[in-house]
């Protein structure tokens, strides 16, 4: 599709835009919704990374697996502690279980998807300014956003399979997880106003 069709099938009051709307502006408002969507799929993949090692630690600890990282810790302690690594030591906390392996297929398009989050999180609009300014380049970020999302769907899939499979596995699911989660913090907010009061 041309540019220019791009632009007149976008204007429309179908797509909530009006004639005063200008084309620009209407291309720089598609630009970030892309953006934001495909920052998105990153965020989605995060947190699967987050379940993942946490299923995985229940499941350490169901067997009894006490090599196992954060063997000792309560839920709440591993969900917290993971939320604060970033993508490549939570790939590298993956890489290193012995116990619950992951192909190497996904493994390398969780490197490679990592390298490029990083690029869209870190850099992407520095690289990207001078595109920001033409119909022409705000019309190519909008279709690398997309490639960007379509790209990583499928690993996206994947690691939400994996997830289930492992809180299936460790007799939980998501909704469970994050239960569970905010109980141990309740109990540990209500340990500690009890502590100050002593």
């Given at each position: 599709?041309?540019?220019?069709?791009?632009?007149?099938?976008?204007?429309?009051?179908?797509?909530?835009?009006?004639?005063?709307?200008?084309?620009?502006?209407?291309?720089?408002?598609?630009?970030?919704?892309?953006?934001?969507?495909?920052?998105?799929?990153?965020?989605?993949?995060?947190?699967?990374?987050?379940?993942?090692?946490?299923?995985?630690?229940?499941?350490?600890?169901?067997?009894?697996?006490?090599?196992?990282?954060?063997?000792?810790?309560?839920?709440?302690?591993?969900?917290?502690?993971?939320?604060?690594?970033?993508?490549?030591?939570?790939?590298?906390?993956?890489?290193?279980?012995?116990?619950?392996?992951?192909?190497?297929?996904?493994?390398?398009?969780?490197?490679?998807?990592?390298?490029?989050?990083?690029?869209?999180?870190?850099?992407?609009?520095?690289?990207?300014?001078?595109?920001?300014?033409?119909?022409?380049?705000?019309?190519?970020?909008?279709?690398?956003?997309?490639?960007?999302?379509?790209?990583?769907?499928?690993?996206?899939?994947?690691?939400?399979?994996?997830?289930?499979?492992?809180?299936?596995?460790?007799?939980?699911?998501?909704?469970?997880?994050?239960?569970?989660?905010?109980e141990l913090l309740e109990e540990?907010?209500?340990?500690?106003?009890?502590?100050?009061?002593?």
């Open positions: 599709m041309s540019s220019d069709d791009y632009i007149a099938n976008l204007l429309t009051p179908a797509n909530g835009y009006g004639a005063l709307d200008d084309e620009m502006s209407v291309l720089r408002r598609e630009a970030m919704a892309y953006f934001g969507r495909a920052i998105y799929r990153c965020q989605v993949i995060e947190q699967s990374l987050i379940i993942i090692l946490t299923a995985s630690s229940i499941i350490a600890r169901q067997h009894g697996w006490s090599d196992f990282p954060y063997f000792n810790r309560d839920l709440s302690d591993v969900k917290q502690i993971l939320s604060k690594k970033s993508l490549g030591k939570l790939l590298n906390e993956i890489r290193k279980q012995k116990r619950v392996s992951i192909s190497l297929r996904v493994l390398d398009d969780l490197g490679d998807f990592i390298r490029k989050r990083n690029f869209f999180a870190h850099e992407y609009f520095y690289e990207r300014d001078p595109k920001m300014h033409s119909k022409k380049g705000l019309i190519e970020i909008v279709k690398e956003c997309d490639e960007f999302w379509e790209e990583y769907e499928s690993l996206e899939v994947a690691c939400d399979l994996l997830e289930s499979l492992l809180l299936e596995f460790a007799g939980m699911d998501r909704a469970m997880v994050e239960q569970k989660s905010k540990h907010r209500q340990y500690g106003e009890s502590a100050d009061r002593h």
